[in-house]
């Protein structure tokens, strides 16, 4: 089995590095590997100018799955936006046609004081935000960046094909079933066309999974009742901008988007995994970043593409055992836990494998 691992960015080698150990620890007859690590982001940029060096693009393609770090930092925004780091993973999202972004917002028991909301409100969160990731808005054109009549003008066009809704639709019903078989489709249908059309197709969807039920919410009350009562999702699925926002806004119900994983999937499973979080250029080389967010993005690959649910199932119940030990890193302390460092923490999941 082959992956790429591209540390990225910030804290994106330190947090790279235990999800590594990790997967080392599981290595078996079952599950024998071999890793090519490349650039991405900055440090692409650093080295050979561009956020997506061919080298990297042919590491990708070759690869089974993808295990990513973190990209980006203030250091690179001043760059042409061609160079920047974000850029490097749009383009990968691209060409390797990863089109569902499956995004987690679990709250763990031991971490409901982590969570600014009341824990009553938040305490047994589970949900799972599909997010369109290949479309919309980000890959529209025209877009730029002109004059008009003196002044400057910018422009981009959300933009959806009824193929695009439907196979990101597909993925949500089937994620939907598996789970508590409730899907809220997100759209902005009362002013934007694009998301009528997105509406209509997952209607028509709909009726090939009648064991799931399909409901509707606007953007803008989507993001007010993740806060208000956040319980009432099961499975949501939305558009790239949408979702972007919106699994943001679930992510940080959990106390800390440091322990949150992604998942991005080609057709066939072929995936690229992350943490939902970023490059954290303040506190990277510190040993202070919480790397199990990786970690568990590192099961998520265990899982979607190479289909070891058991050893998925291993490192998060690692995780769960650490926290329970109360083990935490700073993002997520509270009196009474256990102060912990990147490492600390990447020996702790380790010991409870």
């Known amino acids: ?105 679990i709250l763990y028991p031991e971490l409901a004081n982590a969570s600014t909301l009341k824990p009553e409100v938040v305490a047994g969160l589970d949900i799972l935000i599909v997010r369109e990731l290949t479309g919309d808005i980000y890959f529209g054109q025209p877009r730029g960046v002109r004059e008009e009549n003196g002044e400057r003008v910018g422009f981009n066009t959300m933009v959806y094909s009824e193929s695009e809704i439907r196979r990101i639709g597909k993925v949500a019903f ?56 956040p319980k009432q999702f099961d499975v949501m699925v939305t558009g790239n901008m949408f979702g972007d926002i919106l699994s943001d806004e679930a992510s940080m119900l959990t106390g800390s988007i440091g322990m949150l994983p992604s998942a991005s999937l080609d057709a066939n499973n072929k995936g690229l995994y992350e943490p939902s979080h970023g490059s954290a250029p303040d506190i990277a080389g510190k040993g202070l970043a919480n790397p199990l967010a990786t970690i568990l993005s590192a099961a998520m690959m265990l899982r979607y593409t190479f289909n070891l649910e058991a050893k998925a199932l291993r490192i998060e119940n690692a995780v769960k055992k650490v926290l329970a030990a109360g083990y935490r890193t700073g993002d997520i302390y509270e009196a009474g836990t256990r102060q912990v460092g990147t490492k600390e923490m990447g020996d702790a999941v380790l010991a409870a494998l």
């Open 1 to 105: 089995m082959k992956i790429c691992v591209l540390p990225g960015d910030g804290i994106g080698p330190e947090i790279m590095e235990q999800a590594l150990r990790v997967l080392e620890a599981l290595r078996g007859d079952d599950f024998n590997f071999e890793v090519e690590t490349a650039l991405i982001g900055g440090s692409a940029v650093d080295a050979t100018g561009t956020p997506y060096p061919e080298a990297t693009s042919k590491a990708a393609k070759a690869a089974d799955a993808i295990l990513l770090g973190a990209v980006g930092g203030p250091k690179w925004d001043t760059l042409p936006r061609e160079q920047r780091p974000e850029r490097g993973l749009l383009a990968i999202r691209k060409e390797l046609n990863l089109f569902a972004n499956l995004r987690p917002a």
């Open 174 to 229: 089937e994620a939907a079933r598996k789970r508590g078989k409730r899907l809220c489709s997100v759209d902005k249908m009362n002013v934007l066309e694009a998301t009528q059309l997105w509406r209509d197709v997952m209607i028509e969807i709909s009726a090939d999974y009648p064991d799931v039920e399909l409901s509707h919410m606007l953007v803008d009350n989507a993001a007010m009742q993740l806060v208000r009562a």
